[in-house]
């Protein structure tokens, strides 16, 4: 049985059940079947109508809730869902680096491998998160905050305040604190704009970490393990690792696009969608490859040059 609460504003907004739990005795007999009463004029514009979706006959509940009232225990409800969102998503962050910092000290992973599926499980699930926080404007504010406490964890452990052994160990290549600032810090950083400019209403936010954590990421593993023949402008990169930065962010992206098109967040045409993220994907391993590492660090490069290409193919 679904209710719904019918404001007599001329404006009609439907709200969640949750919103005001009503137990069945209060409105009758349900059957699948409701009329919405046209006749607005009937009703108190003062009055918020609880109308049972399942009556023969219905009688509207005068409910003494203004919509200010309304909106107000809406807003409440969104405070709550994405406060229990962020402590969620930051108790899995904090898991996930126990998880492998556990696996890389009783050496049942090498401490490189550890770093790089550190680096493409962070992204994914933190995408994968996003559809569990509320639908209010402040949403990916709270949704950034993961990403957000993470880089304070990260400059305050990279500059030797304090001492997390786990997360050194789990996120550098030589167990240097000074590490942190580098590729991990632009990494969370990257998260957050992501999250804030993007977040869940457009394409470019997810291709881009999904280049950066899919692309990137696998680009490293396979490199390092399969990359004898190197590219000849770049001799510190492979094919082997350019190809799976391709594949990987190609199949990343669109395997992201598709599951927050299930869940309603975009209507793609997809046969434009994969010609458009092969596009992006294709531009962001150029630049991956690009012996300019040194300078900037791909988890920089990578995820900037795949918005701009995204926003170029994709538009806003
Ligand atoms: C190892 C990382 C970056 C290094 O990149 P590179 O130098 O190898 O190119 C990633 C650092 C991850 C950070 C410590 C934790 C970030 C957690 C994230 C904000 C939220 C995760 C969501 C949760 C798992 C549900
Ligand atoms: N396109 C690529 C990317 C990485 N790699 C291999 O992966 C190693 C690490 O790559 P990287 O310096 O981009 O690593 P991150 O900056 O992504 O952590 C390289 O030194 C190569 O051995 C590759 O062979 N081809």
Redesign the pocket.
Known sequence: MSLSFLSSAPHVRFLPFSALSITRRHVGSANPHVSIPTNRAAFPPSHILLLCSGSTSFWPIRVSLTPQRVRVRAEVRYLLQDAGATAAVLAGAYSLVLGFDSLTKRKLIQQNLSRKLVHILSGLLFMIAWPIFSTSTEARYFASLVPLVNCLRLVVNGLSFAKDEGLVQSVTREGNPEELLR?PLFYVLMLILSAVVFWRQSPIGVISLSMMCGG?GV??II??RF?SMKIFYNP???W???IS?FVFGFLVSVGMLYFYSILGYFQLDWIETVQRVAFVSLVATVV??LPI?EVV??NISVPLVSMVAAYLSFGD
């Open positions: 590729g990137d680009a490293d490199g390092r990359g510190k990169k492979s082997a690792g350019s930065m991956e490859s590492t660090d791909d």
